[in-house]
């Protein structure tokens, strides 16, 4: 059996005088002896494994601030092997292999911590991978190894394999097969648990205050505002306020992304913005004010969202029908990749008529009584590049491959027809003021689920009731509130001026996204008939618009 000494043989330890940044935090420590060598130099020093964990190191999160820190990330676990060095030293004893559980917490359950369970697995065998024997494990504190009495069961399991084995800590060694270190031991665990449960209600209310005050979010500061997250920084947050308003009017999100890369913006990080980080930005709710916790937006008492003190980009409104513009997957509220298209149009199509256009070639085929029968192909058209200067992409049928027209003659004859029709349009436009009609049955959802979460605060509705009548009742909350949205997207959209698409068009304010939108309005489709054969003069009267 291995007992601790008061002096520490020598030599114990070739990184005793080590500072933290210069420690190897996993594996066996430099400079060791082999392990026959150094069982036959030290025969009754016991060889202990040592175990380092912290729950959040920061400065692996935050580069900018752990730039003005004279703390690295990995420094906390370093120190923490360092002191387990020199209390091992002053036990008698050697660390044979170090354990290092950085930015892990120990108190969550969905979190593995590979090292500890490396750890328990050597425990187990009863010697590290290298070889050495062990005989006890050493801490910085007992809560490094456990914050759940689950994580100290598996150890104490593990280390009294073996009954002479100890467990170090700056208090010094003990036996935890004895009955009065397990009832110590055991409390202490019971002890901690309830401090994480206590550190992780702080931080919820404490979250829970700064939103009920009205203030912004912690962290990095978000785009659009200054470092105070209340004021906005100018430069960012007009950016903001045009690709909202840009993409309710159709844009598409690349659009939005190259006027951002030509104003000179990046993201707060300093990286380029993309199409999803744009998203994201356009789509949280702090852009008209409102709060979200968790991937929800948060509500008063009678079920409208908290208002915030900071500077705001936009309007509810706005906000509401941007976030219709997207998928359910793609919005702050709902991270996910993909971007759909507002019309609903295949991303890929990179010519304005692509898909409208429909082939009218004649196909002769032979029936089934041998007759010669003749059908109209209808297959859609789509554009391909050329190497003819005259018309460097053309339209191509996708089906029968035997109908091919000018791309730019198509094009322009488009233009003309969508710009003929719009002057007609305006002559009789009347704007339309609709209100959304299940408006009454959202405000009757709202507030019966916020009655029910008043109910369920108060111990008027048990925990069972208010969790079986809740989930369907803020699913329908929701679904309404997307239906709302996209009601007073597609209202807003319809209350456009003809003359005004006309002058958005003419001018090239419109994308490519936003005039195959304006198309597809005004036509169901256009026919395509067969060119002559050996006649290379573009010809608009093979196109027959087929008018919406």
């Known amino acids: 059996m291995h007992t601790a000494r008061s002096q520490p043989a020598a030599p114990l330890s070739a990184v005793e005088d080590e500072g933290p940044d210069d420690l190897e935090l996993r594996g066996r420590p430099a400079g060791l002896a082999p392990p026959e060598e150094l069982v036959r130099l030290h025969p009754e020093t016991p060889f202990l494994l040592s175990y380092s964990r912290i729950s959040d190191d920061w400065r692996k999160h935050n580069r900018k601030k752990a730039a003005t820190s004279s703390w690295t990330a990995g420094k906390g676990v370093a120190n923490q092997h360092r002191r387990n060095d020199k209390n091992a030293a002053r036990h008698g004893a050697l660390i044979v292999h170090r354990y290092t ?3 892990l917490s120990a108190s969550k359950r969905d979190v593995v911590r590979p090292d500890f369970q490396a750890m328990l697995r050597d425990l187990h065998r009863g010697h590290t991978p290298e070889g ?26 593990a280390l009294t394999i073996d009954t002479s084995r100890r467990f170090y800590t700056p208090s010094g060694p003990m036996d ?66 045009w690709s909202i308003d840009e993409r309710i009017k159709g844009k598409a999100m690349s659009t939005l992304c190259a006027e951002a890369k030509r104003r000179g913006l990046t993201g707060t990080r300093g990286v380029e913005i993309s199409p999803q980080t744009l998203t994201q930005m356009m789509t949280a709710p702090r852009v008209c004010g409102y709060r979200a916790n968790r991937g929800q937006l948060v509500l008063e008492d009678d079920g409208s969202p908290i208002a915030g003190k900071w500077e705001t980009v936009t309007t509810p409104e706005k906000w509401r029908a941007v976030c219709a513009t997207f998928g359910p997957g793609s919005t702050y509220l709902a991270r996910g ?94 704007p339309v003021k609709a209100a959304w009609p299940d408006g009454k049955k959202l405000q009757q959802k709202a507030d019966k689920l916020a009655e029910l979460e008043r109910q369920w605060q108060d111990d008027e509705v048990s925990d069972a009731m208010f969790y079986r009548l809740a989930p369907p009742l803020e699913r329908e909350v929701k679904k309404l509130r997307n239906e709302r ?35 597809f309005e005004i036509f169901v489709a256009v026919q395509v008939l067969p060119g002559k054969k050996g006649n290379k003069t573009p010809n608009p009267k093979r196109l027959i618009p087929v008018w919406n």
């Open 485 to 519: 949205a996209k009601f007073e997207l597609a209202a807003a959209t319809k209350n456009e001026a003809p003359s005004d698409v006309a002058k958005k068009w003419i001018s090239g304010e419109y994308d490519l996204t936003q005039k195959r939108k304006v198309l």
């Open 132 to 157: 050495y024997p062990v005989h006890g494990v050493i801490c910085a504190d007992q809560d490094r190894v456990q914050r759940t009495s689950r994580d100290w069961e598996d150890f104490v399991d």
């Open 101 to 103: 559980d950085n930015d």
């Open 176 to 241: 935890l097969t004895e009955e009065s270190e397990i009832i110590k031991t055991g409390i202490m665990a019971v002890v901690n648990k309830a401090e994480s449960l206590k550190k992780k209600r702080r931080i919820r209310d404490w979250h829970r205050d700064r939103i009920l005050d009205g203030l912004p979010h912690s962290g990095p500061r978000p785009f659009g505002w200054e470092e105070d997250r209340e004021t906005l920084r100018r430069v960012e947050s007009d950016y903001l306020a």
């Open 337 to 430: 990749s993909g971007t759909p298209s507002i019309t609903g149009i295949p991303k890929t199509i990179k010519y304005l008529g692509s898909t409208l256009l429909r082939c009218q070639y004649r196909i002769e085929e032979e029936g089934k009584d041998g007759a010669i029968k003749t059908r109209v192909c209808n297959g859609p058209m789509s554009g391909t590049p050329t190497k003819s200067k005259r018309s460097p992409y053309v339209y191509n049928c996708r089906s029968c491959s035997r109908n091919s027209v000018s791309g730019p003659m198509v094009d322009k004859q488009l233009q003309r027809l969508v710009l003929a029709k719009l002057k007609k349009a305006q002559a009789t436009f009347v």
